[in-house]
């Protein structure tokens, strides 16, 4: 099989060739990115080695959940790829990070940082870009709490591959939510890691798919501690010829005892040519915890649309407001209102 194929099982595969890897001309270390918090510092790899240096985290090539991270093996991150930055407890506004500018393909390796106690919202947000391979580290520290927003919403030739991984620290919370609604291609990794005691992920996810195209989403939790909990739930809307491919896993190893994990994915399909493919996962090593999973895919049905165009609304606004309705569980965890109304416009004119 063509080595730009991704297959996931039978009949599941991502193709990736109109990305043309081969082709693509990286300069290291061009990357733009800008945080707007003047809090937030900017530290180097030495700064960031030392505040790390009791935190057990792999290499990122030895991190067998994102080893299938195209980009990485193609294109080696290196050295002047890295930025690190440092979030501390004192910060009070939320952190937008804005990453690229009008720039053609960029590789980073982005490491964040947050002081134990610290409560941050990230907001990070791709600009004009036609290839970005992105690996992002957020490490959380004791009692933290961190919501990080991917504001996804590149334009449809665009192609973004990225592998996100957070390390959750002791009695910290951890909040992603990932807002799919750009791209030609997104492959999007998503890992978290609870590293100690009394940690929580929330993994949250919206994806909106319309003409050709392609978002692969993995989403991964991983119980490395005892006492941790964890909550999993993706929503798609996919019309045209649109392809989604959900792979969401939850794992709880020998000694990892007390947890609790839950995972659901929806999809909303609007057309008979657009596809999902869901492939839910729980790998529970012990009996003493609780699990479950769930996956549904629906159309929309005849009797919503004639309760709409019985109260003489057109067929288009009632698609619309049931679109808006079934996605808004996910918006409504943005929490920002200005964004979550650029969010929701974004929607509208996808569905025309």
């Not at 790829?81 to 393909?105: A, R």
């Not at 036609?130 to 490490?139: A, P, R, S």
């Not at 990225?162 to 910290?172: I, L, Y």
Request: charged letters at 25%; aromatic letters at 8%.
């Amino acid at each position: 099989m063509n080595k730009d194929i991704l297959k996931y099982g039978i009949g599941i595969v991502a193709d990736m060739t109109a990305i043309d890897f081969d082709a693509r001309v990286f300069e290291h270390g061009n990357m733009n990115v800008v945080v707007d918090n003047l809090k937030v510092k900017k530290i180097s790899t030495k700064e960031c080695e030392e505040k790390l240096k009791n935190w057990k985290i792999q290499k990122v090539e030895k991190r067998k959940e994102i080893v299938d991270v195209r980009f990485y093996k193609q294109n080696a991150i290196e050295p002047t790829d890295i930025v690190t930055f440092f979030i501390p407890k004192t910060v009070d506004k939320p952190v937008h990070i804005y990453i690229g500018d009008k720039q053609k393909n960029v590789l980073i390796y982005l490491r964040i940082i947050v002081e134990a106690g610290a409560r941050v919202t990230i907001i990070e947000s791709i600009q004009d870009i036609e290839y970005c391979g992105m690996i992002l580290d957020v490490i959380v520290g004791e009692g933290a709490y961190v919501k990080y927003i991917i504001d996804q919403r590149v334009d449809d030739k665009s192609f973004l591959i990225h592998a996100r991984t957070a390390f959750v620290g002791k009695n910290a919370i951890y909040r992603w939510i990932d807002i799919e609604l750009g791209s030609a291609i997104s492959k999007q990794t998503i890992v978290t890691e609870l590293v100690d005691e009394g940690a929580r992920a929330e993994t949250y996810g919206l994806f909106f798919g319309i003409d050709n195209q392609l978002i692969d989403l993995k989403t991964t939790i991983l119980h490395n501690a005892s006492h941790t909990t964890s909550d999993m739930h993706v929503k798609g809307v996919l019309s045209g010829h649109a392809k989604g491919i959900y792979y969401g896993l939850i794992r709880i190893p020998h000694g990892s005892y007390t947890c609790d994990g839950k995972q659901r994915e929806e999809t909303l399909l609007l057309s008979k040519d657009s596809e999902i493919n869901s492939i839910p996962n729980l790998e529970i090593e012990n009996n003493d915890v609780k699990c479950r999973h769930a996956v549904s895919t629906a159309n929309i049905d005849t009797e919503s649309l004639f309760y709409f165009q019985s109260r003489g609304i057109e067929n288009d606004t009632a698609i619309q407001s049931i679109v808006e309705g079934y996605l808004m569980e996910i918006i409504d965890l943005v929490g920002d209102e200005t964004l979550m109304k650029s969010i929701k416009s974004t929607i509208i004119k996808k569905l025309k």
